[in-house]
């Protein structure tokens, strides 16, 4: 893989069936220390070339490469935060890194810290708000010290202010820790605040770049 990238995909198809065809020939790259938007409309296939970058799909053809450890935020926090406290469910993705009490307590620390949310450590997360949560899903993979961060939609049930605050903070974390990190979104005011950004419409990447030349080019279409 190019050492200045953290994700790299080339020529990339996917198809259910001889007939349904996914993806096709997909190829991009998100530069190390940046964070690139997604964007198509519902069926173009944003959310299976997310399943094939996290490994849950396996693709037809192609290759892709990436940063790893990969952390993972969805949509829906609720199904990816499975502990009583904040703290608990940042440390909970630390099991498996034969880490000591100290050390375990230490990354959460700093990851809570990372998304301004130290006060939360010991607050339940039923208690939390939806933005809340989504930061709190980021803190779990900073936690694991990821170098990847691929985000399905994280704003999509959050309130206009919520949306904007999460995005603004997902590019200052990115910036601050040299992370890579891919959003999907369909949300055009979300380009404000990203590097680059992709087009993916029927399967094909029909254009990526500056992502306001892109809000620019899809607004225009819309009213035409």
């Known amino acids: ?9 080339d020529r990339l198809s996917f198809a259910w069936s001889a007939d349904r065809p996914v993806l096709q020939n997909c190829s991009f790259g998100v530069p ?3 964070l690139w938007m997604l964007l198509g409309s519902n069926g173009s296939g944003k959310s299976t070339l997310l399943k094939l970058i996290m490994g849950l799909l396996s693709p037809q ?10 952390g993972f935020v ?19 993705g630390l099991v498996e890194e034969n880490l000591s009490p100290s050390q375990v307590r230490q990354r959460v620390r700093e990851s809570l810290e990372a998304v301004n949310l130290s006060h939360l450590e010991r607050r ?16 779990g993979a900073i936690a694991r010290h990821c170098q990847l961060l691929l985000l399905d939609e994280p704003t999509a049930l959050l309130d206009p202010d919520s949306q904007l605050d999460l995005v603004r903070q997902v590019r200052a974390l990115v910036q ?11 949300r055009l005011a979300e380009l404000d605040y990203c590097d680059g950004a992709f087009l993916l419409q029927g399967g094909h990447m029909v254009d990526q770049g500056d992502p306001q ?5 899809i607004l225009t279409t819309q009213r035409s």
């Open 1 to 9: 893989m190019n050492p200045t990238y953290g994700l790299q995909v």
């Open 32 to 34: 190390q220390g940046q």
């Open 61 to 70: 053809t192609g290759t892709l490469e990436l940063l790893r450890p990969t």
């Open 74 to 92: 969805f949509q829906n926090p609720d199904h990816q935060l499975v502990m009583p406290t904040v703290g608990a469910d940042v440390a909970f």
């Open 124 to 139: 339940p997360i039923y208690a939390l708000s939806g933005g809340q949560k989504q930061r709190i899903a980021i803190a």
């Open 176 to 186: 601050r820790q040299n992370l890579t990190a891919l959003w999907v979104t369909h």
């Open 213 to 217: 030349r892109l809000k620019a080019q």
